[in-house]
């Protein structure tokens, strides 16, 4: 196994194969109701309080689109860059199971919403598209749970109807590094865009992993596995992993690889066959006849381009050109977008006179340090943006010196305290009266004779020791910009 | 109090208007009857004791404005009823409660109209004779012994029995004009998407319409009126400009153009039909109609055209009966055994066949060469339909190829059965209105009826041929009430 930078590639007596990758991902719709009913979509409700009749499959009770769920569908098209379909077709996919009332799930099978799109993937060596076959809507199953009853299965309907949209991408990816780079970038979008909050643990965002591997350098795809709905990135990869290794073992030992369903186990960390392809299940697609064609018309569709918002790719790009931040440090900025936002409030808030690096450094260095230690997203940040703009303004116009403002960034913490009423409580205002450091500086120098004639006979190095004197006595509060000129006048 | 139970519902509403009849009267009159009339078996649930109760408050404070005020009518029991059980005539819904309303029965409560009770049908209305219904056969009014045709037989016998003044039906391939042509009244099937199918048990989705069933055409242009209107909580309803059916009904049809289909002319039928069509022709020349020849040369592909595409959605439809969330339940090993049991328990044999017919001509491999391809006849149909308009008004034909027949006659060969759709089934592929009206008797002296077919949405035109003709037919059931004796 050999890794180059994002390259994933796996060998084995001298064959060198490469794994490739298409992903499924279903992708809940950020609405209040379901796909075909009014029922609620909160996260968390006590089981089976949120199912209508027609979730609940009740005899005569007939699906009616949501309008607002067909409206985030094509906002998500319209961010992947894909073609939005005038007519789609809702068709039933029949199979039996407890948890899925109809006996059917609706979905579009042969007509979807949103045809080929792409999605820009920044890699470390550079940028990657990874093609998007189809987006299409469908609705979500309840759910079956074991373990609570020992003799009995028992079925929560909340989910039953909830709107998703399964986005399905072209065999693009190579590695597990570019399906973590995919999932992360689309769910950026989604998120930039309001129709899909990406939420992993809430089930959010699933996806089901399509898995093949060949000999570096052939254009000819292998017999792939599909692992079903892996629900975190760290497992997607990892079943990625175990399932590449697996195949490549079978092709070594001169072994077929059989199309199949398979599982991941994340307690074993290996994937288990599932359903092979003559069991495949015969969904007996056809048109739902309970709705009609699904028709959008381009005036629809042109006002909700006019709706989306900047999108991650050109967030990126403005911030390059226009505030001048490095293309490493504008990726990190734009990925999430409430980052994106606080970055630009700090941006508007630092007023003429902004200092981009200081804003870049600070956010991503003392800020992002702070919201991984408590373990919260940018959003509850208990900084606000005006206030560390204030911060970097005190620090640009020399008020305070970089060091000071660690400290008091860190009493802003503490219920997102304006910085300057911090340095005035605490006298933290940086000494920068050149006759008070003249004096200060003279003391240090009389008290020091002989390091002072030392540095005179060419000893260079205690420069520093005389800065840090000085500063000690300022109380860390001089200026450390004045304090060299002046040590260099005097010694 | 028998002379209340035979009047029409035009003529029930112009006594209780006037108040020489009260609605509890109305009520006590049908239930009386209905309690003496438990041999043909049109009830699968009573509800005469809400009925009566329901009248009676009507009478403390009547209003008189309404389209049907105070007026008792039983549904077929495939209307979902606000706790009154629905069993659409299966085992597997025998202990089915729903707590919501139809729209079709919701629009005929608003206008005043009280629930007798649900009427016998067809299981899941899948059946010509209501000899599929778990809850028993439903004679014929007619003549003992004698299917009532289906699958809204027990609506068809209670109306001919004088068991309610009116009904609505169901119809999918014609479950409310065969029926209606085998008992010797009126029944209409409207244009798809005209009246709403929510609350409906759903047997098949694009073809299932449901519409009026009456003693004479005038009742149906009433019944009409209160059940068709736009719903959204059904997808496939149509949002268009509904006529005040009953008060625009004329027996003017001057000059109206009415298209005799040659297709329909088939190898075998009776020559009773043939001479029943030709009578037709002539009562409708009468009433100054044209007559014009026209073809609908897909005809004879409607029937395995209509037995691919209903079948095919029922299979889809019925999934949902699966012991899990409410219905029968039967107990399993296992999930996959509780679904086999409860499924093989809770359906009976004409359900089973028509949803192994349609799961079979949906699976991969067949769908193509059966469900695809019906879909593409069902469009030649319609395109026949389309051109024939460009020519007439309205479309004339028998409305089975023969008269009733007997109880058990046919329950063993179902093609023979499937059969006595063959002249309403184009009429749902295609989404038209249909009215059967009954038109003559065969040797016998079983009724039949006489099929006149509408452009869509034109059920005005269709009922005033259908008034028109009526007057000039002046059939009259003979029915003895020999159940009683």
Redesign the interface.
């Given at each position: 196994m050999s890794k180059n930078n994002s390259e994933y590639l796996i060998e084995r007596n001298d064959n060198v194969y490469e794994v490739v990758i298409g992903l499924e991902v279903h992708a809940q719709v950020t609405s209040n109701s379901k796909l075909f009913s009014s029922s609620s979509t909160k996260f968390g409700a006590e089981p089976n309080t949120q199912v209508s009749?027609v979730d609940?499959?009740?005899?005569?009770?007939?699906?009616?689109?949501n309008e607002f769920c067909v409206k985030q569908a094509i906002k998500t098209g319209i961010g992947l860059k894909a073609k939005i379909n005038n007519k789609s077709v809702f068709d039933?996919k029949?199979y039996?199971?407890?948890d899925l009332?109809?006996?059917?799930q609706i979905s579009q099978y042969k007509y979807p919403i949103v045809g080929e799109g792409n999605v820009i993937l920044d890699m470390p060596e550079g940028q990657k598209q990874v093609g998007i076959e189809r987006l299409h809507l469908e609705q979500d199953a309840g759910k079956s749970i074991h373990d609570i009853d020992p003799s009995n299965?028992l079925?929560d309907l909340n989910r039953s109807g909830v709107a998703l949209m399964e986005i399905v991408s072209k065999p693009d990816l190579r590695s597990p590094d570019e399906v973590n780079a995919y999932i992360k970038k689309l769910r950026s979008i989604m998120r930039y865009l309001g129709t899909c909050d990406g939420n992993m643990q809430e089930g959010s965002l699933r996806a089901d992993v399509n898995v093949s591997v060949r000999i570096k350098g052939s254009t000819d795809l292998g017999t792939r596995c599909e692992i079903k709905n892996v629900n975190s990135i760290k497992f997607m990869q990892m079943a990625i992993i175990y399932e590449a290794n697996r195949q490549v073992d079978l092709i070594e030992e001169g072994q077929e690889i059989d199309q199949e369903t398979r599982l991941f186990d994340t307690k074993k960390n290996e994937t288990r066959s599932m359903r092979s392809k003559e069991d495949a299940h015969?969904y007996?697609?056809?048109p739902d006849?309970?709705?009609?064609p699904l028709e959008v018309t381009d005036e629809f569709i042109d006002k909700l381009k006019s709706e989306i918002p900047e999108l991650p790719d050109d967030k990126k790009k403005r911030f390059i050109d226009e505030f001048k931040v490095s293309p490493y440090d504008a990726t990190i900025l734009v990925s999430d977008i409430d980052t994106a936002k606080y970055f630009e409030e700090v941006v508007a808030k630092m007023g003429k006179n902004r200092d981009m690096k200081l804003a870049v450094n600070w956010i991503t260095g003392e800020l992002f340090a702070v919201l991984n230690e408590k373990n919260i997203e940018i959003a509850q940040s208990p900084i606000s943006a005006k206030n560390l703009a204030k911060l970097i303004n005190l620090i640009k116009n020399g008020t305070i010196s970089g060091k000071i403002a660690k400290t008091i960034f860190e009493l802003m913490l503490d219920g997102d305290i304006d910085p300057q009423i911090i340095v005035e409580e605490k006298g933290l205002k940086q000494e920068s009266d050149p006759k008070a450091l003249e004096a200060l500086i003279d003391k240090i120098i009389n008290d020091n004779r002989e390091k002072a004639i030392e540095y005179k006979q060419g000893k260079e190095k205690l420069f520093g020791f005389f800065v840090g004197q000085a500063m000690k006595a300022s109380g860390g509060k001089a200026n450390p910009q004045l304090i060299n000129e002046i040590l260099k006048k005097k010694l | 109090m028998s002379e209340i139970t035979s009047l029409t519902l035009y003529e029930l509403i112009k006594n209780i208007k006037e108040k020489k009849i009260s609605s509890n009267e109305a009520a006590k009159s049908f239930v009386d009857r209905a309690e003496k009339s438990k041999k043909i078996n049109v009830y699968v649930t009573e509800n005469f004791e809400n009925c009566l109760k329901l009248s009676k408050e009507f009478d403390d404070k009547p209003n008189f404005d309404l389209k049907l005020p105070g007026i008792p009518i039983a549904v077929k029991d495939l209307f979902c009823t606000n706790e009154v059980r629905t069993t659409a005539g299966s085992n597997i819904l025998n202990n089915f409660v729903p707590t919501y309303e139809s729209t079709v029965t919701q629009n005929i409560w608003n206008e005043g109209g009280i629930l007798l009770g649900k009427l016998n049908c067809d299981e899941f209305a899948m059946g010509s004779s209501n000899e599929t219904s778990y809850f028993g056969n439903v004679q014929n009014p007619i003549a003992e012994d004698l299917v009532p045709g289906g699958s809204s037989g027990g609506s068809s016998a209670a109306l001919a029995a004088n068991l309610t003044p009116v009904t609505i039906g169901t119809d999918t391939g014609g479950s409310i004009r065969q029926p209606a042509s085998f008992t010797g009244t009126v029944g209409l099937k409207p244009t798809y998407g005209s009246c709403s199918r929510y609350g409906i048990v759903a047997f098949a989705s694009s073809l299932d319409q449901a519409g009026p069933m009456s003693k004479d055409v005038k009742d149906s242009s009433i019944l009409l009126e209160v059940i068709s209107s736009f719903d959204k909580k059904d997808s496939t309803s149509i949002d268009f400009k509904r006529n005040n059916y009953s008060s625009e009904l004329t027996r003017n049809i001057k000059g109206l153009k009415i298209g005799i289909p040659k297709e329909y002319r088939v190898d075998g039928m009776p020559d009773e039909i043939e001479k029943l069509w030709k009578k037709g022709i002539e009562y409708a020349k009468d009433c100054g109609a044209e007559i014009v020849d026209i073809s609908l040369p897909h005809t004879s592909y409607a029937l395995p055209t209509y037995y691919i595409v209903a079948p095919a959605e029922a299979s889809s439809n019925l999934a949902r009966y699966d012991g899990v969330k409410y219905g029968l339940r039967s107990s399993g090993k296992n999930l996959i055994d509780m679904y086999e049991k409860t499924r093989s328990e809770g359906f009976g044999e004409e359900v089973k066949r028509r949803v192994m017919i349609g799961t079979y001509v949906l699976s991969s491999g067949y769908y193509d060469a059966y469900y695809l391809k019906a879909q593409k006849v069902r469009q030649l149909i319609k395109q026949d339909f389309d051109q024939a308009y460009n020519k007439v008004d309205a479309i004339l034909t028998p409305s089975t190829p023969s008269s009733a027949f007997k109880i058990g006659e046919k329950s063993n060969d179902p093609v023979s059965m499937y059969l006595n759709d063959i002249f309403t089934v184009p009429v749902n592929l295609a989404g038209l209105p249909g009215i059967s009206i009954p038109a003559g008797v065969d040797k016998n002296n079983y009724p039949l009826g006489l099929q006149i077919i509408g452009k869509p949405f034109d059920e005005q035109t269709v009922l005033n041929i259908a008034y028109s003709m009526e007057e000039k037919i002046n059939y009259k059931n003979n029915i003895t009430d020999w159940w009683m004796k």
């Open positions: 009749l609940a499959a009740f005899p005569g009770m007939l699906p009616v689109i039933r029949n039996f199971y407890a009332p109809q006996g059917y299965t079925v015969d007996r697609y056809f006849p309970d709705l009609l | -």
